[in-house]
């Protein structure tokens, strides 16, 4: 088994640019897709990317994601931040036996 | 539109059992994989259980094996998860959520339910 490990919290402001970090203990972050899911409070998860690096429809194209094989973590890139995106972000990833979501990300955005 | 309405949430003892349900509709149900995440309080995002679109392949996290079951009525579009021998720490709100594969391998999941909340408390 692996575990994805984010961030606890990162900040920034309206209209500047973040990147969530989600890095695999073992194995290869290539040899499984990546997703990503915002949890607003009081809200449900949404999906905002799937396989590594597509946008949900109706997602904004502000959210992209990739994936680094040389630190074998993935990414999730929000750009010209709204107080909206302000919410909880998850990864998640997958093996043959086993579906693990890393710990969560707070971003505030002030 | 895709919508995934849970229901069957509520407060129950230790050792004691409920049964959720999640009725689908806006998609062919039985073309999908399905999922149930629970979310914690103060705690991440786990997913408990999947089952795919047939019912014949199952997945449940260590933390519940043996203890819940997952079914399928395809027919009927509904979802459940059969809760048995109830612990304190499987206090949380229960998601149903679509997986984008029938076989639910790749585990990815694209629509999500809002929820039915489960207490687990004497």
């Known amino acids: 088994n692996f575990m994805l490990t984010q961030p606890h919290s990162v900040s920034e402001s309206p209209g500047k640019t973040v990147t969530i970090s989600c890095t695999r203990s073992?194995?290869?972050?290539?040899?499984?897709?990546v997703q990503w899911y915002q949890q607003r409070p009081g809200s449900s998860p949404t999906t905002v990317i799937y396989?590594?690096?597509?946008?949900l429809s109706g997602v904004p194209d502000r959210f992209s994601g990739s994936i680094d094989t040389s630190s074998n973590s993935a990414s999730l890139t929000i750009s010209g931040l709204e107080t909206q995106d302000e919410a909880d972000y998850y990864c998640?990833?997958?093996?043959?036996?086993?579906?693990?979501f890393g710990g969560g990300t707070k971003l505030t955005v002030l | 539109e895709v919508q995934l309405l849970e229901s069957g949430g509520g407060l129950a003892q230790p050792g004691g059992s409920l049964r959720l349900s999640c009725a689908a509709s806006?998609?062919?149900?039985?073309?999908?994989?399905m999922s149930w995440v629970r979310k914690a309080p103060g705690k991440g995002l786990e997913c408990v259980s999947a089952?795919?679109?047939?019912?014949?392949?199952?997945y449940f996290a260590e933390s519940v094996k043996g203890r819940f079951a997952i079914s399928r009525d395809n027919p009927s579009n509904t979802l459940y998860l059969h809760m048995n021998s109830l612990r304190a720490e499987d206090t949380a709100v229960y998601y149903c959520?679509?997986?984008?594969?029938?076989?639910?391998?790749?585990?990815?999941?694209?629509?999500w339910g809002h929820g039915t909340p489960v207490t687990v408390s004497s």
């Open positions: 396989e590594n690096n597509q946008r």
């Open positions: 089952i795919s679109g047939s019912g014949a392949g199952t």
């Open positions: 998640q990833s997958y093996d043959t036996t086993t579906r693990v």
């Open positions: 806006g998609f062919t149900f039985s073309n999908y994989a």
């Open positions: 073992s194995g290869s972050i290539a040899s499984t897709y």
């Open positions: 959520a679509k997986e984008w594969y029938s076989s639910g391998y790749p585990a990815s999941l694209d629509y």
